[in-house]
Structure formats: C-alpha cells, structure tokens
C-alpha cells in the first residue's frame, strides 16, 4: 500500500526544488531573452543574412532548452498538487499508486534537468569539435578508436546530437588514426567535456593469430565551438598551411583537388586539420576557428590545474590520464577511475548507453568544486 502521507511530503519537495531551479535559472529572464529572439525572427529579411539568422535560430533553440523543460515540469507538479488533492477527498488506493507512480516519474525528469544546470560554464551551453586519437600499438588502437567513434556517434543518435566528419585519418589495415566531428546540440560541449581523457580497452585481440590478451589506448578530445575568441594570431608569421588532397568520402572532386587544409601553429606546435568541405576556402575558415579554439584551451590549461594534467606539450591529450577503462576479458566491466562508477553492460555501453558516466562525473565535478 502507497504511504499516502510520504506522498504529500513527496509533492512539497518537487515543488520547492523546481522553485529553487527557476532562482538559479533566472527563468524570467531567459523568457525575456525567447521572446526578443522571436520577435528578430519575424523581422522581414530576416533569412537575408543565413549565417546570422542561424545563429539566432541556435540561440533560442538553447533558450528553450532550459525553459521548456522547467515549464513541462512545472506543470506536471501543479497536477500532482490538485490530482493529490481531490484523492485525498475520495480517492482509493488505486489513485494513490497512480500519484506515486507520476511522483516517481517528474523526479527523475527533475533530476536530470537539475543536472543540465551543473553546466554553467561560458562554453558549456554551445557546440564543440570532437575529436578520437588511437594511442600508441597500431591496428588494435586503431581499431578501438574506431570502436570508440561508433560508441559516441551511437550516444549522438540516441540524444539528438548532429555529427558532422570535419576530419579523419583510417588506420592502415584497420580502424581509424583519428576522426574529427563538429557536434551540434543542446549542452553539446558540457556533456561531452566530461569524457575528455584517455579511454583503455582489455580484450582478447581478432588480430592476434595466438589470441593474447591486449591492452589498447584512445584519446577523446573535445573543443568549445567559440564564435569570438580574444586571442591574438599572427597568421601570417605563425602559422603554417598546407594543402592536400582528401582522403575521404566525397567522389573525384574532393580527392583530386587540394581541398583539404593543414594549420600549423609553429610557437606551440598544435596542427589542426579539415577537409570535408569539397571549397579549399571553407575548409580554411573551418580550421581557423578549430586552430583558434585549440590556442584558447590551451591558454585555459595553463591557468586550470585539471585541465593542466589533461594536456602535453602541444596541446594534445596526454596518454598517462586515463578516465575509464573496457574490460572484455577475462570479464566484463566498464568502470570510470574518476568517479568509480562500474557496470558490467559492456555492450549496452559499447553502444552509446553512456549518459550515467556522464552524469556521475558532472555530480563529482560539482561536489568536487564545493570542497
């Protein structure tokens, strides 16, 4: 039987965190900030300019983001309120279950939501460049960073994040070197951000003919997509561009024509690359913005002790951090060193089902901040 006063006591805290969330929110002034963009949006000419229209497309996408959800919330804890109420007057016990039932729903709705404001860094609401690197061993690292590129490409379709390849490097007789994505999506860069580190994997290797135990190595790496960055480049004395052909996907024109742009920034030694636009102009401007996020994470390592630990000389993760480690042999567990969390669904994990190491290291971030 549902204890019928627990429920009350139940309700009164659903409402006092939704009010405690739209303080920190400051909701009023993110409905304020909608509907100016509502308003630009229904300005004639508004579609002129694409690349500013879009942006204010982003903006209030975000926006409702973090709005809607609260709202729906809202809402749904109001009809706890009077659903409880009339029970309480001739309600039976099938109400009540039925009241425990949404009770135990809009928590779990509220918990994630108050998870999303743990992401309360400048970057962390907007878009980022993901990037996978096989650590050292050749095929078999090559082959788990490709591994790890199906995982997050899985974790993309599931969340409804829009992947698009700006980069990739396939590995001589299997796997990948390296891939590149631009992600697009709600908090995109403050999840993502939480799986930047070396990922190792233990299993029985489809490449070894004796069917040894091997261990491999990936590195994640994940960029803010940043619009203005007050950072100086000399770009003519500092930076060095080379071109060439892709060698990807894309027909006879991308792989016949040198499209495909190289930056390397000679002071620090960081080199990005892009070459998934068929224009040599686009794929400039793209790894401009990438070489001048690099430079600006790279300034931010210096003055942030945890990211510090994450970053080598030139920019790139270094291998010695380790976050989570795959065992697919002799058993099977995923387990994060930073939070401890285990599971043994090697293959729902595999598969893109990785939000609750996501969410577990956003808790131990934020406990860890109020220490």
Known sequence: MVERESLKQSID?????????RDSLDLPARQAEMADLETRMGVP?????QEAAQAVVAKLKAAKG???????????????????????EDGGDDTFAEIAREVERIEGDLDRLELRTMLSGPHDAGNCYFAIHA????????????????????????????????????????GIRSATLYVTGPCAYGYLSCERGV??????SPYDSQSRRHTSFASVDVIPEMEDIDIDIDWEKD???????????????VNKTASAVRLVHKPTGIVVQCQNERSQHKNRAEA????????????????????????????EIAFGNQIRSYVLYPYQLVRDERTELKSPHTDRILDGEIQEFIDAYLRHRASAKKR
């Open 135 to 174: 650590g050292a061993g050749g095929t078999e690292s090559c082959d788990w960073a490709e591994m790890l590129l199906r995982m997050y490409l899985r974790y993309f379709e599931r969340n409804g994040y829009k992947a698009q390849e700006v980069d990739r490097l396939d590995g001589e007789e299997a």
């Open 13 to 21: 805290s659903l409402r006092a965190r939704i009010v405690s969330l």
């Open 199 to 204: 990922h190792r994997l233990v299993r029985i």
């Open 288 to 315: 401009r913005k990438m070489l001048a996020a690099k430079l600006y994470q790279n300034e931010q390592a210096k003055r942030d002790a945890e990211l510090a630990k994450m970053y080598g000389e030139k920019g």
């Open 66 to 88: 973090v709005v809607t959800p609260v709202q729906e919330i809202s809402r749904g804890v109001e009809d706890l309120e009077t659903l409880h109420e009339l029970a309480e």
């Open 239 to 253: 930076v060095r561009e080379d071109t060439f052909c892709a060698s990807g996907a894309g027909g006879q024109h």
């Open 45 to 49: 000419g508004f579609w002129n300019n």
